[in-house]
């Protein structure tokens, strides 16, 4: 193998084995007829050995060979990409070398970490990874949509519509036997990304690179080198054109015509202009650009939960900042966004980073955060997580008091029914919400109107009437009159219902619905603005007072402060309450020092927990 990649590179530096396939066919019919030349036969020959020797090697990547020679022959490969040209990468045939590695079972993990700890931090390589990987993850979202669609084309075998015809019918038969899952595929996709800055090094932030070539002169001077490395922009490439200085940065959107009219330019230069090759690769913005398209055809795909999880883990402070168009991500934080739970809130938390650092209008946020406050939250594994980005998300100061107020009241009947650390973080909740919105505060005092003579005054009010059947009743089973009795007294029943009924709403109409007994809140209601929580009260904070465990009971004081007070009052820190669990409270409530401890008294040792025969009807078929 090692043998063949020398032979192979010394034809292509002694010019007997050139980049583009010699014409055999040609070359065989000219040598038959007496009219070729034995040079062009052996190149096409020659030729077609290299093409073989590039085939075997690809099948040892998707064998399942020892790792030690599927690196071997990573590198030999690797070597063909920058060997066939001075200072030319070869994308082709790097692509269909990446192809084999990513798609096949039998490719080994080592060659994958060779890839990712030595090859990744070259411009070349790094743009052309990214570019198979874009190419890859569009193929195989393709093929899950041909899938659900009833196709029988594999899951990452489906080849791009607008591909070129030539190689891809070598690149279908690499890939054929043996390919990945497409949530492996994915997985694998991450890793590669995830490794990856937005620019390589030595690029950075700057510019795109434009080398100043009329101030560069043979000859060779003290201060060559850092012409050299300005020129560059500190790039590093396998291909050798940065090092060497023989590369400009390509405009990223020039088109047919500013090529050529660059071209002209070289042309008209002098011998050093013509030199000089111009690849996108060395073009910050071309680079930052394929960064963003292949996260954004990765991200299109059926993405695996744990690779979900982990993407929108780091979307606000690694993906986000690095694309160049990060509103192009909103149709999928949004997709995410409607699995609810732990997910939801990271996508949310996505949103909210668009929202405000890139403009993007989402009017519904907060009722979509509203949304996902649910019981289950509270018995969540990452529960702290999702509850320090809530706590982030509300602490504003600019969020509207109705939507406050239905956060304060959702909490407060979600703390109902929590587990008791859940308790204790909905309380502290609420105790942050409502100081940081006076306008809630009603919501824990909410004086009768007209004050408490008024109050007074309505207790005095005449008693309701008895209550009326839903269905009117026949008369002999009411014991009513006969119908002349009741045409008879039905003015005066009529008088009488008209001065009761002005009492009723006489009493009715200065208190209003809390008065009643009756909670107006809708907590079935999916919009906060619609929820009525600002004419509600806190009745649930009376409840949790009489809670069972005596602490969630003492942390209810919180609320008794005068909130408004900025000066005696501060928010609570959630960060200590979002590890609370059984064990750490009742770790807690152990190492409590208790100055007095009452005693059980007995006479003789209790054998049993209830006497006998006394609960035998209530725990039948127990032994206490």
Known sequence: MHSLRLFFIDSFER????????????????????????????????????LA???????????????????????????????????????????????????????APEVLGLLIAKFLNLADVRYFTLASIAKLAKQAKQAQQTQRAGGKRGACGAADAGSESEGEGEEEAEAEAGQVSAADLARTLHDILSNLEPTPPGMGGAAPLQPDTQQRAYGGSSGEEEEEEEASGGLRSWCGAAEVGIVAAANAGEGSRQRKRQRALLGSGGAEQQQQQRA????????????????????????????????????????????ANPVLLADFLTAALDQGG????????GIFTLVTRHGLEYPRFYARLYQLLTPEAFHAKHRARFFSLADAFLASGMVPAYTAGAF???????????????????????HNLMRRHPATMQLLHRPPRGGLAGAAAEAAVAPAPAPQPLLPLPPHVTGAASAQQQKQQQPAANGTAHAGSEQRDAAKQPSGPVWQGQDVFDYSEPDPANSRALESSLWELE?????????????????DKDLRDRKKTSELDVSD??????????????G???????????????????????????WAGWVL
């Open 577 to 590: 309450l979002l590890a609370s669990s059984y064990a750490s409270l009742f770790a807690v409530e152990a």
């Open 15 to 50: 010019g007997e084995l050139g980049a583009k396939p010699v014409a055999a066919k040609e070359g065989e019919d000219a040598a038959a007829d007496g009219q070729g030349s034995p040079e062009a036969v052996f190149a096409a020959w020659l030729h077609r050995q290299y």
């Open 408 to 430: 304060v009241k959702r909490l407060a009947r979600l703390a109902l029914g929590a587990p008791p650390a859940g308790a204790l973080l909905a309380l502290a909740f609420m």
């Open 592 to 618: 409590r020092r208790l100055k007095a401890v009452p005693t059980a008294f007995y006479r003789a040792p209790p054998e049993r927990l209830f006497e006998a025969g006394g609960a035998g009807a209530d």
């Open 280 to 323: 996108k690769w060395a073009n910050t913005k071309a680079q930052q650009r394929m960064y963003s398209d292949a996260w954004l055809a990765v991200l299109r795909m059926d993405l695996p939960e744990d690779v979900l999880k982990k993407v929108l883990a780091h979307m606000h402070d690694v993906i986000i900042p690095s694309l």
């Open 543 to 559: 409840a949790l007072r009489q809670h069972a465990n005596p602490q969630v009971a003492a942390y209810c004081t919180v609320l």
């Open 53 to 107: 020797y590039q085939a075997a090697l690809l099948h040892l990547l998707g064998a399942h060979a020892p790792p030690r020679t599927q690196v071997a022959a990573f590198a030999a490969l690797m070597e063909c990409v920058r060997g066939e040209r001075p200072g030319v990468f070869n994308n082709r045939l790097y692509h269909r070398l990446l192809s084999v590695l990513l798609r096949s079972e039998g490719a």
């Open 342 to 349: 732990l997910t939801g809130m990271l996508a949310l938390h």
